[in-house]
């Protein structure tokens, strides 16, 4: 993204969202303050990838405008792979038929048809053996394993929507104190 497309954008944001986002402001100081927030977050950034995130998240929320971290946010979720937008009850159903597949003894090869959160979350629990060796319709096990995908999931989340020279700055400064 280039200053000139983050000119473009608020323009655009202000547009959908008369009354509530005014771009440019009287003041040219805040336009300028605020085009340089906007480009410090999103300048690594594709154009194409955040006008598209943007119009989603206009579309979803049409009471009031997006922030620069929803944006982020909205972008980092565009760009996932379908196997890291599993629901809980996707993964669960995915072990399950891994158990019927595979069974006990041929764990090794259960646990490698599983996606990389999805094995996470089973090795977790105690491996696909305990998991083998639980009733398929036992409630206890199955909040169980919902939990830890939910935690599986929510693992390194925060870090995980922060432009890449942020990012790098974090693990500098933490690096540092350790």
Known sequence: MTKNNIIEL???????YSGRMKFPKSDKRENK???????????????????????KLVINNSKWPPSVGEIIKEVKNLQKAPEEKLS???????????????GYYNSKEGMES????????VEHYGGFASICHSEENNVYVKNQ???LFKEVNRHNR???????????ELFLISSDMG
């Open 114 to 121: 599983l996606p990389p959160k999805v094995r996470e979350t």
């Open 158 to 168: 925060d870090l995980e929507y922060l432009p890449p020279g942020l990012k790098k």
């Open 10 to 16: 608020l323009s655009y944001l202000s547009n959908c």
């Open 88 to 102: 809980p009850g996707m993964a669960w159903s995915l072990v399950l038929s891994a158990v019927r597949k595979y």
């Open 33 to 55: 303050m605020m085009v340089e927030v906007w480009y410090d977050f999103l300048k690594s950034y594709d154009r194409e990838i955040i006008d598209l995130a943007a119009k």
């Open 145 to 147: 394993f919902f939990r």
